[in-house]
């Protein structure tokens, strides 16, 4: 079965400070990577995702991931947070193929809060 | 619509009572999904639908739980003799199908069950 792991629980952070938030996934086989945001009192949102390509993508709001295959990794970034991004994060996958298709497996979660 | 709905957005229950979650998936969206997310578990995947085939059941927690689509539209999720663990948030979402497509979530119902 598929697995996600979000290394951060809650992490804290000043208005202009720099993000990571850190993903690692376990399947041997082909999938797709995303990154949800979910901002206090609201629905889930897809920030970003990954098919194929450049594993470089950007997403909304100036987010960006970099998806990096030899290490089941899809870290999420942002070079300067603002306080409207304090929010929960999730990453999640879901394969390509085969009897799970389509589902999605998330990570626990990340809370962010940012400070003014 | 323009997004996935869902109703009621809140619903307590007394333990043992029957409840009826509904979802509205997009217009055109041919997959639709159910998870629940509770404050122990996470995000959890419960069951999958896409067009006419059978449903991807294997996520339902117990035989309390089933779901149905019906016309390949609207959804109802159905808990028989609710349980206090079955307090949660009940997420669905749907879309396009196929393996490179998103998933687009409704605002969810929270099950509160006394």
């Known amino acids: 079965a598929q697995s996600v792991s979000q290394h951060n629980h809650h992490v804290i952070l000043s208005e202009a400070a720099s993000l990571e938030l850190g993903c690692n996934y376990s399947?041997?086989?082909?999938?797709?990577l995303f990154w949800y945001v979910q901002y206090p009192g609201q629905h889930l949102q897809l920030l970003l995702k990954?098919?194929?390509?450049?594993?470089l993508v950007k997403g909304i709001k100036g987010f960006e991931a970099e998806f990096i295959k030899s290490k089941f990794s899809f870290n999420l970034r942002k070079p300067s947070v603002q306080w409207s991004d304090t929010a929960e994060y999730f990453c999640?996958?879901?394969?390509?193929?085969?009897?799970?298709?389509?589902?999605?497996?998330f990570g626990r979660g990340t809370q962010l809060t940012v400070w003014p | 619509g323009a997004g996935v709905s869902q109703s009621p957005s809140n619903k307590v229950t007394e333990k043992g009572k029957d409840v009826e979650l509904r979802c509205d998936p997009i217009?055109?969206?041919?997959?639709l999904y159910w998870y629940r997310q509770s404050l122990g578990q996470g995000l959890e995947f419960l069951i999958y639908?896409?067009?006419?085939?059978?449903?991807?059941k294997s996520g339902l927690p117990s035989d309390r739980f089933s779901a149905e689509r019906t016309g390949g539209s609207v959804s109802t999720l159905t808990i028989q003799r609710t349980q206090q663990e079955d307090s949660a948030v009940y997420l669905c979402?749907?879309?396009?199908?196929?393996?490179?497509?998103?998933?687009?979530f409704g605002p969810g119902t929270r099950l509160t069950v006394t």
């Open positions: 990954y098919f194929s390509g450049d594993p």
């Open positions: 639908f896409q067009g006419n085939s059978a449903p991807d």
């Open positions: 217009s055109g969206h041919t997959a």
């Open positions: 999640a996958v879901n394969a390509r193929r085969g009897s799970t298709l389509g589902r999605l497996y």
């Open positions: 399947y041997g086989g082909t999938v797709n």
């Open positions: 979402a749907s879309s396009l199908g196929g393996s490179l497509s998103e998933q687009y």
